[in-house]
């Protein structure tokens, strides 16, 4: 993903659309923009902090995105201390 407009460029994020339009978008009816917005921001909120991911090992992206970053929280801190 380096921006210049290549192919591969677009593939992670036509992916979460394709999730989103089929996971949540088409089973839903909303009346309303704000229903829709409404709807699409608590599915968001399961995609990334309790859906399942096969890619890493069954867990959320939210839990793996914090374990790595608690994992590197000490190394920057000594980096700053010096």
Not at 14 to 39: D, I, M, P
Not at 45 to 69: I, M, T
């Amino acid at each position: 993903m380096d921006g210049k407009g290549r192919y591969l460029d677009n593939i992670f994020i036509e992916r979460l659309w394709r999730t989103l339009k089929y996971e949540c978008v088409y089973l839903h009816a909303w009346e309303t923009g704000s229903q829709a917005r409404a709807g699409v921001r608590k599915w968001m909120e399961f995609y990334n902090h309790r859906r399942p991911h096969k890619a890493l090992g069954g867990r959320p992206s939210a839990v793996v995105y914090s374990l790595r970053f608690d994992a590197t929280q000490p190394d920057q801190q000594e980096q700053i201390r010096a």
